[in-house]
């Protein structure tokens, strides 16, 4: 009887929702900010270490030391299948790269030591990183198992605002995209922090200075 009730209960809210026609949706106010100045890229380094990140800066020549010094400690490491060359050659100085293509699964993720990836947009405001699964990124599985992740951040990609990063992103919007501000870390009732949790729990980023 309680289920035929819910039914009948059921049917007549949806029978009210179709006599009560179209809805027209009110104006959404876009009143935030689409647009900043200053120093962005100080902006982004700073709120970067804000979240414990760890940031070294070089030229667009200086990318493979950058990469090879930002690996240090780790003796494995995977890789997208469309990242650049000598990226990969890089990571491979004393380390086992391991090409993400076919798909490893998600024990030879888990038993990696290190990710590196490249990014697409980045927004200063906030100190986040996007990726959107291009080739030199990947599928997001690979930038969320492993401990460590090594990330390369052009600084002409990095937006002061969401909604200009945003812009950017939706120039491919079927792609999907991981969001990244820090290391994943969480806290329990007690506020006390714990590293790793939801993805690595070191970030590198490399800042390419090519502006």
Known sequence: MAGTAMNEAKAEILRRLAAAGPIEAPEIPREYRTSGGGDIVA???QALI????TVTHCTPA?????IDAALEGATSVVVPPGLEKSWQEAAGKGREVRVDDPPLSKDELDNTDAVLTASRVAVSLSGTIMLDGEPDQGRRAISLVPDMHVCVLYASTIKATVPE???VLSQHPTRPTTWIAGPS????IELVRVDGVHGPRTLRVIIVDDD
């Open 43 to 45: 902006e982004m380094e």
């Open 50 to 53: 804000d979240y414990t990140a």
């Open 185 to 188: 870390a969480t806290s329990d």
């Open 165 to 167: 990063a945003v812009e």
């Open 62 to 66: 200086g990318i493979p030391e950058a």
